[in-house]
């Protein structure tokens, strides 16, 4: 079974390519993607050629950072649900976090979503274990097992590792087996009782914030943590201007620091929170446009190496509720791809550094297969038809959630066919 | 003359034209307080229901008196709730307020922004008697009823608000609607309470209670909730009466016409000295009269036929 | 002011100019006087806004006339209106003031113009809620018919009788320059 792909303009970051390609997948691997054009002798009787002209053809994506909610939050989003919406979003692999119920802090859990996502059989889903027994930010989880099991990282997500001795021992333990650790930044006791950025509209408001430095001070420490022991930590969805700054200024020293953001740190603010909307509540908040301008600059700058969708699925149950008691989070994978499209048409990035943010860097921060359309890699592959004008219907998710910030706007550039080991998982042609 | 708006959520919602239009309909009001016969007849028919899902005594009396000298007929609602126990979630109570037919429904709730939230999901018109820290918009029309009576405008005059400013509704309403009105606002507290960026709602900050009061026309105390001091607010009563209340002493800094406000109920001693709080300049009763006019205004104002 | 709308212009009468009104209302004092025999328990209220003015020059020539102040009161009819809910507009509401006591007392309404009779009901509504007066009597400087409740005056200064497409319009000094009553079609 062999699939080739013509016409299309092939973006590969990982090779630094950006020219009209062909592509030829044979068995579930890249067979051939270069300047050699596909020879007829290739092509055999079982043949599916696809003409692509126009589309561009990257790597497959890579979202390291969403919630499936399973187990136990299945009303919310299920593996195979989750993953769905990730290949309608274009994305091929997924790696999700631990603060499911029970907390994925044993091998069981990690190998229960393997399970449920080889049953899914739509993207890749990598297990995202807990730093701590229950994320209770107290007792290591045992790193070792679970990355046997498939965990490719560790991180108590949602709730920030507060003891910096835990945090300690955690980078050097996950650095001894080369597994990344990924850190929430928040101070519980700065952002207490917080429900949104404080500013000018959290005061006009009369909510209680969530101040910038909430996320810096930890942006800091973990830092200081990691130079220290000579080992890497990876910034979960960076939010604001002084974390932008202090990671820019570890990376200059040399510290193994990375970092992702998320869609909505750099397309909304907290303006957006004057109408009280619940779909514009999470965590980290909203923040100003100073941050936004940052977090711009960063991506631009290559301080931030990834942008992650942070897709937190809740339901209305959770959400059609007083903004105050209202559940943190918002779903993004389908949507991610088309606003962070948008960086590209403000001339924040190229074309080829957004796909790098959204595929190769973050594959290789999870060291996951991926990221790449080099021969004998696996054939994970994101078409995308750039000029492809939509408009965001939550209505339509494959999502089993429906609270995105975005529903309504119009967009353009869109995922048309996502290709998983080689086998086309989603199609909009 | 017409409000141009369905519901009152907030003083920010708020034209000049249209807070003019309120304090002179609830100044007409007024005499129908004073009558033997309390009542008209105008919105015979009627329902106003007043849904309070916080506390409160002296606003939701207000409001019911006030609807009753209307002759509408007036329905109390109590609920609490709170982030982690909660029994019927507002949607669905408002659907079944609304499937009832009332006319108005005036809303008191601790989560800011739950008016709004009331005000998409049912077509009544609705009242913002307090959400949260956000607004109170009537407490802050009839403080602007009481200065305009009292002072004849409020262009021009220096405001003190004093207290807890970051978690105050009535200061934040009050900030929105005297600085739209023309008046030099100034916010005093310990630093603890004092919001972020609050200067960018065009009012002067200070810390020392000598200096917010100084030529002030008005001093508008807030309530201080002593359980804030478990928070590091403040340091202890003790500290904050030293500071920050309002007496003999430092009200002599402020001009020699000097009137006191205060919204209710007061803490004796902790911010207000009780010379001053039953004194010649208080006009914390007459802000009581004038609460059960204002809320007449808007009642008067908002209820109505389709046209 | 465009010329169209000039010429469109409705064509305004005078029917009644400043001495007519003052002899009007001087007869009217009288006949209230002469009906009441005397100022006691005698009371004026006028309705706003065309009944306060001329309530208060019927009230003036009564304590000229007997040397003896007579009660003078105004009142505002809005919240006792019949249409008050019909329409999202709402009147401006007026001043109301009657600073004394109406119980046992010999009320004179006085209004400007007397058409349906709607005003006059509102304001019996609303002085009941003031006391128990021992009598009402309505006092109006031009009837110009067209009742739809079942209300007549007790003083009249000029019976007017107008189409309903017309307009009658009374100016007083106090309020409008200048004492006329004109009649426009409308």
């Known amino acids: 079974m062999k699939l080739l792909l013509t016409g299309g303009r092939v973006i590969d970051p990982s090779r630094n390519i950006d020219e009209k390609l062909d592509l030829l997948i044979e068995n579930g691997f890249i067979?051939?993607?270069?300047?050699?054009?596909?020879?007829?002798?290739?092509?055999?009787?079982?043949?599916?050629?696809?003409?692509?002209?126009?589309?561009?053809?990257?790597?497959?994506?890579?979202?390291?950072?969403?919630?499936?909610?399973?187990?136990?939050h299945e009303y919310k989003e299920t593996i195979l649900t989750g993953s769905e919406a990730a290949v309608t979003g274009g994305f091929t692999s997924i790696a999700c976090m631990p603060n499911t119920k029970p907390v994925n802090d044993n091998r069981s859990v990690t190998e229960f979503i393997l399970k449920q996502a080889a049953i899914a059989d739509m993207a890749r889903v990598y297990p995202v274990a807990a730093i701590s027994r229950n994320s209770e930010g107290t007792l290591l989880t045992e790193f070792g097992d679970l990355h046997e099991a498939g965990a490719v990282a560790y991180s108590d997500d949602g709730l920030p590792v507060m003891n910096s001795r835990l945090m300690r021992s955690a980078l050097e333990y996950a650095h001894s087996l080369a597994v990344p650790v990924i850190s929430h930044c928040e101070d519980l006791n700065l952002s207490k009782g917080g429900h949104m950025n404080e500013g000018i509209i959290s005061t006009e408001l009369g909510l209680t914030g969530i101040p910038s430095v909430a996320e810096d001070v930890m942006v800091e420490r973990d830092i200081a943590l990691a130079a220290f022991t000579n080992t890497s930590v990876h910034i979960a969805h960076v939010s604001t201007a002084g974390s932008v700054e202090a990671i820019r200024r570890a990376k200059d020293k040399g510290v193994r620091v990375t970092a992702e953001t998320a869609p909505h740190y750099f397309t909304l603010t907290d303006e957006f929170l004057r109408s009280f909307s619940t779909n514009a509540k999470m965590y980290p908040p909203l923040r100003s446009h100073e941050d936004t301008a940052a977090i711009k600059q960063?991506?631009?700058?290559?301080?931030?190496?990834?942008?992650?969708?942070?897709?937190?699925?809740?339901?209305?149950?959770?959400?059609?509720?007083?903004?105050?008691?209202?559940?943190?989070?918002?779903?993004?994978?389908?949507?991610?791809?088309?606003?962070?499209?948008?960086?590209?048409?403000?001339?924040?990035?190229?074309?080829?550094?957004?796909?790098?943010?959204?595929?190769?860097?973050?594959?290789?921060?999870?060291?996951?297969?991926?990221?790449?359309?080099?021969?004998?890699?696996?054939a994970d592959v994101t078409v995308i038809d750039p000029r492809r004008k939509w408009t965001i219907d939550v209505s339509r998710f494959r999502s089993k959630s429906r609270n995105s910030p975005y529903n309504g706007w119009q967009v353009k550039g869109k995922t048309i066919l996502t290709i998983v080991g080689g086998v086309i998982k989603y199609r909009d042609i | 003359m017409k409000l141009s708006k369905k519901d009152i959520l907030g003083i920010k919602e708020l034209s000049q034209d249209e807070i003019h239009l309120i304090l002179d309909t609830a100044e007409s009001f007024l005499e129908v307080s004073t009558r033997k016969i309390k009542k008209v007849p105008t919105l015979r028919g009627k329902t106003v229901i007043n849904f309070f899902v916080e506390a409160s005594t002296r606003t939701r009396t207000s409001f019911e008196i006030a609807g009753k000298r209307l002759s509408a007929d007036t329905v109390n609602i109590s609920a609490s709730t709170s982030s982690l126990v909660k029994g019927e979630t507002l949607t669905d109570t408002a659907k079944t307020l609304e499937a009832m037919n009332p006319d108005i429904i005036?809303?008191?709730?601790?989560?800011?922004?739950?008016?709004?939230?009331?005000?998409?999901?049912?077509?009544?018109?609705?009242?913002?008697?307090?959400?949260?820290?956000?607004?109170?918009?009537?407490?802050?029309?009839?403080?602007?009823?009481?200065?305009?009576?009292?002072?004849?405008?409020?262009?021009?005059?220096?405001?003190?608000?004093?207290?807890?400013?970051?978690?105050?509704?009535?200061?934040?309403?009050?900030?929105?609607?005297?600085?739209?009105?023309?008046?030099?606002?100034?916010?005093c507290g310990p630093a603890m309470m004092i919001p972020r960026d609050v200067v960018k709602l065009s009012v002067r900050v200070s810390y020392h209670m000598e200096q917010a009061v100084k030529d002030a026309d008005i001093i508008m105390m807030l309530r201080i909730q002593l359980e804030r001091q478990n928070d590091n607010f403040f340091p202890s009563d003790r500290e904050y009466a030293r500071y920050y209340c309002l007496n003999s002493n430092n009200i002599r800094l402020a001009k020699p016409d000097v009137l006191v406000m205060h919204p209710g109920p007061i803490n004796r001693g902790i911010e207000i000295a009780p010379d001053i709080a039953d004194g010649a300049q208080s006009l914390i009763l007459k802000q009581v009269t004038n609460g059960v006019a204002v809320r007449m205004a808007l009642l008067y104002l908002l209820a109505g036929g389709e046209e | 002011m465009s010329s169209e709308e000039g010429n469109a212009m409705k064509t305004a009468k005078t029917v009644m100019d400043a001495d007519g009104i003052e002899r009007s209302l001087t007869r009217i004092a009288s006949e209230i006087l002469e009906e009441n025999k005397g100022v006691q328990d005698l009371v004026i209220i006028g309705i706003q806004k065309g009944g306060v003015s001329l309530a208060k020059r019927i009230a003036q020539k009564i304590s000229k006339s007997e040397k003896s102040a007579v009660p003078f009161g105004i009142l505002d009819i809005t919240l006792y209106r019949d249409d008050i809910l019909t329409s999202n507009k709402k009147p401006k509401l007026g001043i109301t003031d009657i600073s004394f006591s109406l119980d046992n007392k010999k009320i004179i309404l006085v209004d400007d113009v007397l058409f349906t009779g709607r005003t006059i009901r509102a304001a019996m509504d609303a002085l009941m809620d003031f006391g128990r007066p021992k009598l009402i009597r309505l006092a109006v400087l031009i009837d110009r018919g067209h009742r739809e409740l079942p209300i007549r005056a007790d003083f009249v200064g000029k019976n007017l009788p107008s189409s309903l497409w017309e307009e009658v319009a009374v100016h007083l000094t106090e309020s409008d320059g200048v004492d006329e009553v004109i009649i426009e079609e409308g």
């Open chain 1, 31 to 72: 067979a051939r993607c270069d300047r050699n054009s596909v020879a007829s002798a290739d092509i055999s009787q079982d043949t599916q050629t696809l003409d692509l002209t126009d589309m561009i053809i990257v790597p497959g994506l890579v979202d390291m950072h969403t919630h499936l909610r399973e187990p136990g």
């Open chain 1, 298 to 378: 960063g991506l631009r700058d290559g301080t931030i190496d990834a942008i992650a969708s942070d897709h937190a699925p809740h339901s209305s149950i959770e959400k059609d509720v007083e903004f105050m008691f209202a559940a943190s989070g918002i779903i993004g994978m389908e949507t991610s791809l088309a606003i962070c499209l948008k960086l590209v048409d403000e001339g924040i990035l190229s074309l080829s550094q957004l796909i790098e943010k959204m595929t190769t860097a973050p594959a290789a921060i999870l060291n996951i297969a991926g990221g790449t359309l080099a021969a004998g890699s696996v």
């Open chain 2, 106 to 187: 005036v809303i008191r709730h601790s989560a800011a922004g739950a008016p709004h939230m009331l005000a998409r999901l049912v077509r009544q018109s609705i009242i913002n008697a307090g959400d949260g820290a956000h607004e109170h918009p009537t407490q802050a029309l009839l403080d602007m009823m009481t200065i305009r009576m009292e002072k004849g405008t409020l262009r021009g005059l220096n405001v003190a608000i004093i207290g807890d400013i970051a978690h105050s509704r009535v200061a934040r309403s009050n900030i929105l609607g005297l600085t739209m009105m023309g008046a030099n606002v100034t916010v």
